[in-house]
């Protein structure tokens, strides 16, 4: 049986250079330098790959990038002056001509929807998905192309699978066992060991490269931190630098196994989909938590869902009703090398995880930002966007009022509402009518 | 891979979609994105529902009105030459278009089809004149809960009464033309498409 045995040698020499070069040094939180290496060469061919459909693409043709560019000439001026301020405040036939224009133009070009599906590059990075504007340009570029296919689904998806397949057994098996011990700062300790090395293997089974920045603010212990969200993987980023406890619902299938697993290690806040309704309950049950000084700092997402990463949108105040230091961070993927956006509605999970494998790489940075508690006078949902604000302005991403929860529902009739008081406001004036 | 061809040839009948409604190559390149960005399931169509998603739209207190005028007799789709033959009307008019051959039709973003759109906002069901009746339900979009019955009584009154001239109680698409003549309409009735 030559062949078996070749393929033992094959699988097990394999592996302990997986375990060699990845796994221990996740451990120790060592870096030995290999992902640097291949980041170098990955922006080396990316730079060439940019000149050389620069030098190819004729200059009529390429579409520019749309989404931070508007289409269309827009005229931004209020109600008022776009329903002709010369005449008298009465009601005219061509009043509909102000309300159709505003509408169509809606439909051709609108702030919100663009902001549910993958941001456009402005060069191609040479993965088949973002291919979208651009044209052939040359043999070489193609053949480049081709190479890069065979390294990433030939070479870099298995061993990224390989990695993740035991980083999420090490979670499970670790946490389990941990959870064994009595509660003592022993326990603590090994349960931080365990959640950070897991995390570490997984970051390296998306290639990931991470910046952190101001690490002087990273999230205390009894404090919220709250952060702009484009993907399940926004998580994962954030417990490589730090052990949060995390709030959500309980999913079934393997999210479940790693959900239970965890709760046993430390005190994370699942709620079942029924508790989620009722809100007070959620709220009273996270300020429990906070009060309790040495649990580690409750992880929210305020929007609720996923973005595409070039803007912030509404921030839902129940998370800042709470009380309690909220720490904000941002986080800004590079789509150069890979998007890291999860349309819900396109994808699967497992499609996207295997779209994540599949990039060349996650590249992304994140800011810490100084602590904020809300205000004398203010609101929850003034503070929410004042975080909100912060957010944007540290990640260079557009601030939208819109909420989130347009990908999946109708707006609500209340902004209708506005936009019919101030149309009534003008046509009956202050009670007195023609 | 990398030999895709320029985009246009992607869009079926482009040829004869720009003759029709007047839009260059490169505009309908976009609204052709547009459309595809719209229409969520890859239908190849696009259902009220897709239009309804937009938020700005949902808004917009006639944005009903404005999605029905894309499903022309009682359709349930919209294909793509039918979403932009709608955008057509608001084409602003260019040089091009007034020196027309008069043998050809009228192109879709002229004065007339512009207010012939504007007409149709009003006039559901599709007789040729806007009744008091129909002027009071495009008011009653417009202002929602604000006004009383009586006071938006009045406007409606007033204006049919000001457009009205065979005093037969409607506006027809002339009365409601000559009533605008003396507005701007090629300029408020158009949404330019930057290159």
């Known amino acids: 049986m030559e062949g078996a045995e070749l393929a033992g040698k094959i699988l097990s020499t394999w592996l302990t250079l997986v375990l060699g070069f990845i796994l221990l040094p996740s451990v120790f939180g060592v870096s030995l330098g290999i992902s640097e290496i291949y980041m170098k060469i990955l922006v080396k061919t990316l730079e060439w ?12 043709s390429t579409l520019k990038n749309s989404a931070s560019v508007g289409i269309i000439q827009r005229d931004e001026s209020p109600m008022e002056k776009g329903l002709s301020g010369l005449r008298g405040r009465d009601f005219e036939l061509s009043d509909v001509f102000y309300f159709s224009k505003k509408g169509l133009e809606a439909i051709v070009e609108d702030e919100v929807t663009q902001r549910f599906s993958s941001e456009e590059l402005v060069s191609w990075n040479l993965l088949t998905r973002t291919n979208v504007n651009f044209h052939y340009i040359s043999l070489r570029l193609t053949m480049v192309w081709v190479l890069g296919v065979i390294v990433r689904y030939c070479v870099l998806l298995p061993l990224r699978v390989t990695l993740a397949f035991i980083g999420i057994s090490l979670l499970v098996i670790g946490t389990t066992l941990v959870g064994q011990l009595p509660d003592s700062s022993l326990k603590n300790w090994l349960s931080e060991l365990v959640h950070l090395t897991c995390c570490r293997i997984c970051v390296r089974a998306l290639s990931g490269t991470i910046h952190y920045h101001n690490k002087q603010y990273r999230p205390q212990k009894g404090g919220i931190c709250v952060a702009n ?3 399940p993987i926004d998580v994962l980023i954030l417990t490589t630098d730090g052990c949060y406890a995390m709030v959500g619902q309980v999913h079934g299938g393997l999210m479940g196994i790693i959900q239970r697993a965890m709760v046993k290690a430390c005190p994370h806040v699942w709620f079942e989909r029924s508790e989620m309704k009722d809100r007070h309950l959620v709220t009273k049950r996270l300020k429990e938590h906070i009060a309790d000084k040495k649990k580690l700092p409750i992880l929210i ?6 973005i595409n990463n070039t803007s912030v949108m509404m921030f839902k105040k129940g998370s800042f009703e709470i009380g309690g230091t909220i720490h904000p961070v941002a986080i800004k993927y590079n789509p150069q090398f890979g998007d890291a956006f999860w349309n819900s509605s396109k994808y699967n999970m497992v499609s996207y995880l295997l779209r994540m494998m599949t990039s060349w790489a ?10 904020m508690t809300r205000e004398e006078g203010e609101d929850a949902v003034q503070f929410a966007n004042r975080v909100k604000s912060a957010i944007a302005i540290q990640g260079g991403l557009t601030e939208l009022p819109w909420d989130g929860g347009l990908k999946r529902a109708k707006v609500k009739d209340t902004f209708k509402e506005e936009q019919q008081k101030n149309y009534s406001k003008m046509i009956v004036g202050n009670g007195s009518l023609n | 891979m990398g030999s895709r061809s320029s985009h246009a040839a992607v ?4 040829d004869s979609i720009r003759r029709e409604t007047g839009f260059s190559q490169a505009s309908l390149v976009r609204l052709h994105h547009r459309f595809r960005a719209l229409d969520r399931n890859k239908k190849g169509y696009l259902s009220r529902m897709d239009l309804q998603q937009i938020g700005a739209l949902a808004v917009n207190p006639l944005g009903d009105r404005i999605i029905e005028s894309f ?16 955008l057509a009307h608001f084409r602003p008019v260019e040089d091009e278009d007034t020196d027309q051959d008069p043998k050809k039709p009228e192109p879709l973003n002229s004065r007339r089809n512009k207010l012939h759109y504007a007409f149709q906002l009003y006039d559901l069901d599709r007789d040729g004149k806007i009744s008091r009746h129909e002027m009071l339900q495009v008011l009653r979009l417009m202002v929602g809960v604000q006004v009383t019955e009586e006071q938006l009584e009045n406007i409606a009154d007033r204006t049919v009464q000001e457009a009205d001239e065979d005093g037969d109680g409607a506006v027809s698409f002339l009365e409601f033309t000559k009533s605008l003549e003396k507005m701007d309409v090629e300029q408020k009735m158009s949404i330019r498409i930057l290159k």
């Open chain 2, 11 to 14: 869009i079926p009948n482009v």
């Open chain 1, 49 to 60: 790959a940019t000149i050389r459909i620069e030098k190819g693409a004729p200059k009529e």
């Open chain 2, 71 to 86: 499903f022309p007799n009682g359709s349930q789709r919209v294909d793509f030459p039918g979403f932009v033959r709608v």
């Open chain 1, 301 to 306: 997402f305020p929007e609720g869902t996923c």
């Open chain 1, 229 to 231: 969200h484009t993907s």
């Open chain 1, 362 to 371: 996650i590249v992304c940075d994140v800011w810490y930002m100084p602590p």
